[in-house]
């Protein structure tokens, strides 16, 4: 859906491109990985795992960090994302798993949802005419938390359960991916509306100004 919603409008997204170009990428990388997900799993579920969170947070936490205006809080966000890649690089060589990386998943979690809660502290600090929710951004981070918020436990608890026990439940983890998909989908819809606006803050040139 996001991916669609964005050749749909994608000669009014010029502007917006920082946040909405990154969401698109994750939207089709994670599409694809979830496509040969079996084959993946079955011959490199070390590996594919591993990669599937390092690209989730990154993506994440890139998306969350240009929407944050305040430059020591996207230090923050930097700092902590190196440590993050270096425990997962740690973890990769230490820890053998037989599902999925649960540890991981669960500190990425913890770790976005700092972020988002920087980033909501940061909004409400300010003086502005309209409401948080009529940012294009908005739906995005939404569509971030309840994705990482639904399918938290069940992501923490597959280390500890059967295959076939989770295969009963993990279908659910769809209706998430389903939910955060249409909100990115809705938010690309907003940002061809309002383009400008949500990037008036921000450097040009990616990545300069989250030092």
Known sequence: MPVLAFLLFLKKLKSSNYIVIPLVLYSLIFFTFLQIDDYLSLHYRHEYTTVYTSLEYLFFTYIIGRIIENKKARRILLGL???????????????????????????????????????FYEQFQKTRAHYIYSNPWFGIIIGIMIYLACSFFFNIMASNISKKAMS???????????IKNTLFAISILIYSRKPVESQQNHSSVPYLDMI
């Open 81 to 119: 994302s190196a440590l993050f890649v270096a425990f997962q690089i740690i973890y990769f060589f230490k820890v053998k798993f037989k599902t999925i990386d649960s540890i991981p998943i669960g500190v990425e979690s913890i770790l976005i949802f700092t972020y988002i809660v920087i980033l």
């Open 168 to 178: 009963q439940y993990w279908f659910l983890t769809w209706i998430f991916e389903t």
